[in-house]
């Protein structure tokens, strides 16, 4: 079964720091990456994606995320964050079935940043 | 355009009664997914839609849950005899397709809290 590891439940940081939020999966077969953001009483908003081709793959708000296949993971980093990027944060994966595709979530990271 | 909405946004009810909680997905997305999110973690599947049909509901935790979608838009998730446990935040998604490379869109969710 899949599954998906998000190492830190919260990450702390001060504005205009980097950061990276890690992410580990576990599948036997191929997957597709992607993480979403939860702003506070907001839905989920999708980040970005890896589907195939270049394994840096960038999203919105200045975040990107590299795709690692030995490594099974899929950190998601920026190099500068601003207070509005406090928010929770979430690795999925979606896991072709017969009919169509549901995502498997990790329990997210609280990302919290101070001036 | 409008985003997947969710009503209600808050629902309160006592053990043993029964809820509906509505999804109106993007205008024009055949896939509604319906996911379950309690305190401290990540979303799980419960069931998705392509058009009318339930293609599936492996997600589903017991008989007492039941989701329909009877025209292919407006989806209701029916939980019957609820139970504290199934105190959580109700979250819809819909995508274009079921393509697994397909965005799926998050509505802000409901939360039912049973007493």
């Known amino acids: 079964a899949q599954s998906v590891t998000q190492l830190d439940s919260q990450v702390p940081v001060f504005e205009e720091a980097p950061v990276e939020l890690r992410c580990n999966y576990s599948?036997?077969?191929?997957?597709?990456l992607f993480w979403y953001v939860q702003y506070p009483n907001q839905g989920l908003q999708l980040l970005l994606k890896?589907?195939?081709?270049?394994?840096l793959v960038k999203g919105i708000n200045g975040f990107e995320a590299e795709f690692n296949k030995s490594q099974t993971s899929f950190h998601l980093r920026k190099p500068s964050v601003h207070i509005s990027d406090t928010a929770e944060y979430f690795c999925?994966?979606?896991?072709?079935?017969?009919?169509?595709?549901?995502?498997?979530f990790g329990k997210g990271t609280t990302l919290s940043v101070s001036s | 355009g409008a985003g997947v909405s969710q009503t209600p946004s808050n629902k309160v009810t006592e053990k043993g009664k029964y809820v509906e909680l509505r999804c109106d997905p993007i205008?024009?997305?055949?896939?509604l997914y319906w996911y379950r999110q309690s305190l401290g973690q990540g979303p799980e599947f419960l069931i998705y839609f392509q058009g009318t049909g339930a293609a599936d509901d492996s997600g589903l935790p017991n008989d007492r849950f039941f989701a329909v979608r009877p025209e292919g838009s407006v989806s209701t998730l029916k939980i019957q005899r609820t139970e504290r446990g199934d105190s959580a935040v109700y979250l819809c998604a819909s995508s274009l397709t079921t393509g697994l490379t397909d965005t799926q869109y998050f509505g802000p969710g409901t939360r039912l809290t049973v007493l």
């Open positions: 999925a994966v979606s896991v072709p079935n017969q009919a169509g595709t549901a995502l498997i």
């Open positions: 599948s036997s077969v191929s997957v597709y």
């Open positions: 205008s024009g997305h055949t896939a």
């Open positions: 890896y589907l195939s081709g270049s394994t």
